[in-house]
């Protein structure tokens, strides 16, 4: 099916969303919380566009919406800048320190307010981000706590978290780089926790911490267990090496040697 965003018209699946579609077609729509590995969170609201829809309109978050009926969208009408304004505003006094705010409120033509609800530095915009990445890798060890404007993503009663696994995906997912970690060459240092890096087992550079290979083969078992469980039988002993199967290689080796493990084991498996 076909939609019309800003006079141009775009192609789509049905119940695409709507922020999917204007970038694939190279249509620009400003958000913050919206990551591709994660989705749409619909938090932070900055990418509001008006869509025209049977004679009515209405504002709506692009990174949630799925289209569902031909639409006209427009991504910079009157309504749109007017309640886009309003929302950069308000994240500005959220997060004061956050620079890619104060970018976004300047490309908008925003005045950012003197008065501030928080103190200078404050950079979180609560968008979820970080806790969303954290607990789809199972860890959970971080969440949003406390109520109104003392809330907070932090660790439970702000102390170490033993479910951390020291990946830093919170910190590489985070819009406004409002998680502090430190990286050396063995260690990485994140939410009050130091975790030593370990090699890999073929070239001997560092690569991850021993709780993230851990995490990892577990995650691993249990998918192997589950797929095993809905075939009803073992597998076949003479079927080819399953390439994306090798799991507790992979998690043992960096990227490159991990490439090799593969190639080695496809070749291995198609001997004649």
């Known amino acids: 099916m076909n939609i019309i965003i800003d006079g141009r018209?775009?192609?789509?699946?049905?119940?695409?969303?709507?922020?999917?579609?204007?970038?694939?077609?190279?249509?620009?729509?400003?958000?913050?919380?919206?990551?591709?590995?994660?989705?749409?969170?619909a938090a932070c609201r900055v990418c509001i566009v008006e869509i025209l829809e049977r004679d009515r309109r209405r504002i709506v978050a692009s990174c949630i919406y799925p289209i569902e009926n031909e639409i006209e969208v427009f991504t910079q009408s009157d309504a749109v800048l007017e309640q886009r304004g309003i929302v950069l505003t308000l994240l500005a006094r959220l997060a004061?320190?956050?620079?890619?705010?104060q970018q976004m409120a300047r490309a908008n033509g925003v005045e950012i307010p003197l008065l501030t609800d928080k103190k200078d530095g404050d950079t979180c915009i609560l968008c979820g981000r970080c806790t969303t990445?954290?607990?789809?890798?199972?860890?959970?060890?971080?969440?949003?706590?406390?109520?109104?404007?003392?809330?907070?993503?932090?660790?439970?009663?702000?102390?170490?978290?033993?479910?951390?696994?020291?990946?830093?995906?919170?910190?590489?997912?985070?819009?406004?780089?409002?998680?502090?970690?430190?990286?050396?060459?063995?260690?990485?240092?994140?939410?009050?926790r130091t975790f030593e890096l370990q090699t890999c087992e073929r070239c001997g550079c560092f690569i991850s911490t021993d709780e993230l290979i851990a995490k990892a083969s577990l995650l691993c078992e249990v998918a192997d267990a589950g797929e095993a469980y809905s075939a009803g039988e073992a597998p076949d002993a003479g079927a080819v090496p399953d390439a994306e199967a090798t799991h507790e290689v992979d998690a043992?080796?960096?990227?490159?040697?991990?490439?090799?493990?593969?190639?080695?084991?496809?070749?291995?498996?198609?001997?004649?």
């Open 9 to 41: 018209e775009c192609s789509c699946e049905r119940g695409e969303f709507l922020l999917q579609v204007a970038r694939r077609n190279g249509i620009f729509v400003p958000s913050l919380c919206y990551h591709e590995g994660l989705g749409g969170l």
């Open 133 to 192: 990445a954290c607990d789809l890798l199972g860890s959970g060890a971080i969440a949003k706590i406390n109520r109104g404007i003392t809330k907070v993503v932090d660790t439970p009663y702000s102390k170490a978290s033993l479910e951390c696994i020291g990946c830093a995906s919170c910190a590489q997912v985070c819009p406004t780089d409002s998680i502090p970690f430190t990286e050396t060459e063995s260690t990485v240092n994140i939410w009050g």
């Open 96 to 101: 004061p320190g956050a620079r890619v705010i």
């Open 252 to 272: 043992t080796l960096c990227s490159e040697c991990r490439r090799q493990a593969i190639a080695d084991t496809l070749r291995i498996g198609f001997k004649p």
